[in-house]
């Protein structure tokens, strides 16, 4: 394990308690590595505090429906901040942190059906932490900023733009756009989310470069959130 991973995982344990549960948010914009850090983290909690420990929680599962995004008018900007069930992941949110006593059910979003799925997740009774991410966990509107006080620390996962655009294609791509469509999508909507984004980085308690998150196989062609169709 690189010695800046080593270091995140340390610090995540250190958040633990030993009565009830605590929640870290990692932040950033889109194809920074939020959902490649969060299920690492999810992983090596796991193996060092025993399985079971954490749990994840990703916002892109409060992704809009296309069929719900069609019917707004919204279907070519998904990833914005009003295409997502925001408030449905802020009950989430507050759902796992109290009620601890039987298994709650996380959706996720799946890049081939483009779709939110429910229940590809579930938090245990006996998990204690809560890594979720998003790209809008530290903007202040609601119901985004009704959730700040809950976590234990937020963190700002940040790559160069150019690297994350460069994600971001490869994941337009992968999801089967030709290269002149993916361009055009990276192009005005990805990077507008990203732009809006990045203006929340002095909100976050740390700050995570992109070298500290080990990527490789599918997760290389970058993370979950914003999808973007």
């Not at 932040?27 to 025993?50: C, F, M």
């Not at 005005?188 to 909100?203: F, Q, T, W």
Request: hydrophobic share 40%.
């Amino acid at each position: 394990m690189p010695d800046a991973l080593a270091a995140l995982v340390d610090d995540t344990l250190s958040l633990l308690r030993p009565r009830g549960r605590v929640l870290l948010g990692l932040t950033g914009a889109p194809g920074a590595g939020k959902s490649t850090l969060a299920r690492r983290l999810v992983a090596e909690v796991d193996a060092r505090a025993g399985a079971g420990t954490a749990g994840y929680l990703p916002m892109d599962g409060f992704h809009l429906s296309n069929a719900q995004l069609e019917r707004l008018g919204r279907l070519d900007r998904k990833g914005a901040p009003d295409t997502f069930d925001a408030h449905g992941y802020a009950a989430l949110v507050r759902r796992l942190l109290a009620e601890t006593g039987h298994p709650v059910y996380v959706p996720d979003y799946d890049r081939r059906l483009h779709e939110p799925v429910a229940a590809r997740h579930v938090i245990e009774p006996g998990t204690r932490l809560i890594v979720t991410e998003g790209n809008y966990l530290a903007w202040d509107a609601e119901p985004w900023g009704g959730l700040r006080p809950l976590f234990a620390e937020l963190w700002y996962v940040e790559a160069d733009d150019a690297v994350r655009e460069r994600r971001l294609l490869r994941r337009q791509l992968a999801g089967g756009r030709d290269e002149a469509a993916a361009r055009e999508w990276v192009e005005r909507s990805d990077r507008a989310n990203g732009e809006l984004v990045k203006r929340l980085r002095d909100a976050c308690t740390r700050i995570v470069p992109t070298g500290a998150v080990p990527r490789g196989g599918a997760d290389d062609a970058g993370d979950a959130e914003a999808a973007g169709g």
